[in-house]
């Protein structure tokens, strides 16, 4: 009777995944049970036991399946909902990759955003007829889904050919991805075509719109790798096409660009005024584009991995590059921003592996977070005197970026915005800098020299962490703060001087500055707010203070009055190296 206790004790395990509702496990089973709701973000197959989920039974008396409740059940292949659930949550079956199909029974009212997103192996939905809501995304990605039918006396939402639509098929909500259709023909019903609705179609090649749509969303026909063609009926009053391309009416803006299209290379009509967002996204094909003079915007992501592209012209005319609007171009050598624009987006071309040269021209104003980060082929740049700040990340990992050209005009340098810059050997910050962020110079290990403008305020957390090569600095005395590990791991720093305008110095300032030998405080009052370990795994058991320093030590260090000066040749701070020499030959003469 033990053993028996013992097995069943090791098959079944349970957790509360409700105020009233218990998970069991019982082998690969999991029976939902209880009453009431389950309470959201459960990820109950990352607990402890439930990690090889392969069918969830819930059962009478669960009325809602919380938010990310069975996200990432990799094993999982079978559900069982009981008619008492009225509710699935947002990102409930999130990546459960091994789903194949799935009935949502007659009493569920509402399905969340996400529910069923990344199922890659679903491949048939079933929906009753008492669903009123579909989420947004609640089928993203499902790569294998072939048909969606909703049952027939559902009020809200209709199904035709296992394509998903709101009751009257006036509104096309989503078409299954993983169907191996290649061409698909629109119903005359269709007035809207809704967000993503043929997004990551791998299979369609041919796309035809009737005359009775007058809006499609622009992110319609996203990442739909084989398409070639889209092509608009003629009569159509709000769209045109023109060569497999969706224009609207008077082809002032380009919609779409079908990205499975062969061609190498494309010359955008001269009527177009506007580019739309994403509409080359991701064309691999396409190694040149011609935009007109006519063109004036060019919106968010126009152009964001058109991996083959090498070339691109920008026209005077353009006023607007929108975020990421050139992103992961990674074949994209050179390009020429022209004097008529103004901002350069967030992102705008970030990852453009291969570029060498870029010309900022003085119109611009602004550059935007991580516009060129990890263009890891730049090795120059010259930021003109009209930009005032350097946004976070804006270079972030150019590792051959070997020198910069800042203006006076520069303010603010922000978080990270040179990180990782591993090439970039020395720069200067003027004056006029009175912000640096974060991590702003960390990781730039060949950076030897920097001169601190003496308007910064604060060495902020780790901003020169990792400079391998760094061996001297000077703070300004317009410092008050260093930060936490502001210095740390700058394992060639050999001496610092401390100003007397520093009031605070934080954690592990210079920790892991092996090579430090000589450090100096001006000050002749004691930094009352030092942190923890600021010399850890440093030779420096002692500090070098003016005559009349009110103390007897520098935090939890030793100090020596003699006014000494740490400077960047090291000079002061090879004396101690010297006398513990000279100490070291007298006692050889004493024992010979």
Known sequence: MFMLLFITLTLSKSYDCGTDVDCTMNGVTLIVSGSGKMNDQLYICEKDGFENIEEIIIEEGVTYIGEDSFSNCKFLTKIAISTSVTSIGNSAFYSCTSLSSIDISNNIISIGDYAFESCTSLTKVNIGNSVSTIGEYAFYNCVSLTSIDVDTSNPSYSSLDGVLYNKDKTLLIQYPIGNSRTSYSIPPSVTAIASDAFDLCKTLITIKIPDSVPFIDISAFNYCTSLTSIDVDTSNPSYSSLDGV????????????????????????????????????????????NIPDSVTEIDDFAFSHCTSLTTISIPNSVTIIGDGAFSHCMSLKAISIPNSVEN???????????????????????????????????????????????SDNTFYSCTSLTSINMSDNITSIGNSAFYNCSSLTSITISDFVTYIGEKAFGGCQSLSSIVIGNSVASISEYMF?????????????????????????????????????????DDFAFESCITLTCVSYKGTKEITNIGKEIFGFSSIDSIHVPDNYEKDTFANYKIIKDNEICDKDNTDGAEPKMITTIIACLLVLIIF
Do not use: M
Request: glycine residues 4%.
């Open 344 to 390: 350069i987006g967030d992102n705008t071309f970030y990852s453009c592996t291969s570029l060498t040269s870029i010309n900022i021209p003085s119109s611009v104003i602004f550059i935007g977070k991580a516009a060129f980060s990890h263009c890891t082929s730049l090795t120059s740049i010259e930021i003109p005197g009209s930009v005032a700040k350097i």
């Open 465 to 505: 962490y990792d400079c391998t090569s760094l061996t001297a600095i000077s703070i300004p005395n317009s410092v008050t703060y260093i930060g936490e590990g502001a210095f740390s791991h700058c394992i060639s720093l050999t001496s610092i001087n401390i100003p007397d305008s520093v009031i605070e110095i």
């Open 246 to 289: 969706l224009y609207n009416k008077d082809k002032t803006l380009l919609i779409q660009y079908p990205i499975g299209n062969s061609r190498t290379s494309y010359s955008i009509p001269p009527s177009v005024t506007v580019i739309s967002e994403s509409a080359f996204s991701h064309c691999t094909s396409l190694t040149s584009i």
